[in-house]
């Protein structure tokens, strides 16, 4: 039972009025991500027009589609040393020009060896993305508020897809694949400007107000006259005492949500990269409407990973009740929905398909965005970054595995039902991980010689 009176007196922010500063950032961590994912899932869109571009099989588009995760992979731990040595402004800068470039890249890309080039570069670029959004998620924002802050970024993964796929798709079928990369390429470059124009971090933004930079930090308004009055104590040392990787590659939490959160991109991926070309080949769907269907599980995941992932999470939160227990309920249970792909393997309908993976995909992007703020829950500050590597990077080799086995799985069974059964087996670990490793979310201790 929880005392409303006190929680009330404990909240005096609740009734507060605050400056919303903080939320151009999201929305523009959110853009970013809606263009990041223009450009990934411009390849599942242009999938027959490869594969008859450059002559090649199933399992070879399934190593096409993987080699951007491929460097995503493996800039992932070193992303995030780097994340916390430099910040998000100057590497967010760098990664957004890479990434434009190389998607224009691929639209001028001569034959096969040079378009698996560009989207290698494609992964270097936006390999910060996330791990720097979840850093910055984290200075911007207090916990209260971090859930439906991440979940902006989330859902517009999500988003992109729903829209990027038919808007993509009529470009790809009315001027062909190279000007579809074109495309995301002039986006790309747009964004990277609007980046280097607007993003700072809180002590870097000249219009910050001292009252909203207070509940930022989750110290009351009131006390905000006694803050400014108060003697300068010098830094807290603990501030910046990072956690070597290693030591962090131990943790059960981490080691917990890494292998959760593969779970939850395997699904991601052989969704994002295979789901048009199964509607339209399995399915018998044509072309236009394979991606015109495509768009409605991804768009109904959109409205679960704001509503469910965002703002139930921080409603509940913010009204006393253990984030603790709420994070962990919709990230189990969400990743419990994500299941519902074993339905889509005996679907004999796009209605039956669609059904089944709208349930998965939606059960899962509300997961998502509690997965994504957890690096700032159970990471200290200096150390956030570095986590968010690490799962990333668990998740990009997910995707690489889901990638390349979906390929050889349709090319010996001429079936998808292999390729889903797989997907669910992998979330069934990774329900498992979320419950007997990560277990409460909170900070670890810190350790004896910092305490």
């Not at 507060?16 to 970013?32: F, N, Q, S, V």
Request: proline share 5%.
């Amino acid at each position: 039972m929880i005392d409303q009176d006190s929680y009330s007196a404990q909240d005096p922010l609740r009734h507060a009025h605050i400056p919303r500063r903080r939320w151009r950032i999201a929305w523009l961590l959110g853009i970013g991500v809606l263009v990041n994912f223009f450009d990934r899932v411009n390849l599942s869109v242009s999938h027959d027009s490869l594969i008859a571009a450059f002559g090649i099989s199933d399992v070879a588009f399934g190593y096409l589609s993987s080699s951007y995760n491929w460097t995503y992979a493996l800039c992932q731990l070193p992303i995030g040393v780097v994340l916390d040595k430099l910040g998000v402004r100057r590497v967010g800068r760098i990664g957004t020009f890479i990434w434009s470039a190389a998607s224009f890249a691929a639209s001028a890309a001569p034959n096969l060896n040079a378009f698996f080039g560009a989207r290698l570069l494609l992964g270097v670029g936006e390999s910060p993305t996330f791990p720097a959004n979840s850093k910055a998620i984290g200075l911007w924002f207090p916990e209260r508020e971090r859930s439906f802050a991440t979940s902006l970024n989330d859902s517009a993964a999500k988003f992109a897809s729903a829209i990027g796929v038919p808007i993509i798709g009529i470009v790809l079928i009315h001027s062909g694949w190279r000007w579809s990369f074109a495309f995301t390429g002039a986006i790309s470059f747009a964004y990277f400007l609007l980046f280097w124009r607007v993003y700072r971090d809180p002590d870097e933004d000249p219009e910050l107000t001292e009252i909203e930079r207070n509940y930022i930090e989750g110290r009351p308004v009131e006390d905000l006259a006694a803050s400014l009055a108060a003697p300068d104590l010098g830094p807290d040392l603990n501030e910046d005492r990072q956690t070597p990787l290693g030591q962090l590659l131990s943790q059960r939490k981490v080691l917990g949500l890494a292998l959760g959160f593969g779970a939850y991109n395997y699904v991601f991926f052989l969704l994002l990269y295979w789901l048009p070309a199964y509607l339209s080949s399995a399915l018998h769907i044509d072309l236009l409407h394979s991606f015109l269907y495509t768009s409605v599980p991804w768009l109904l995941a959109t409205a679960t990973d704001l509503a469910i992932g965002g703002l139930l999470v921080d409603f509940l939160v913010q009204r006393g009740f253990s984030q603790s227990a709420v994070r962990r309920t919709v990230l189990i249970g969400g990743t419990a929905f994500g299941l519902g792909i074993l339905g889509a393997v005996h679907a004999h309908s796009a209605l039956q398909a669609l059904i089944w993976i709208t349930v998965s995909l939606s059960g899962l992007a509300a997961a998502a965005p509690v997965a994504w703020s957890l690096p700032s829950f159970i990471a200290h500050r200096p150390d956030v970054g570095k986590v968010g590597g690490i799962i990333n990077f668990c998740g990009q080799v997910s995707g690489i595995a889901a990638s390349i086995l979906t390929g050889y799985l349709i090319t010996a069974r001429h079936s998808y039902s292999s390729a889903f059964a797989v997907a669910a087996g992998y979330l069934a670990i990774g329900i498992a991980a979320y419950i007997f490793l990560l277990g409460t979310i909170e900070l670890p201790p810190l350790a004896p010689d910092a305490a």
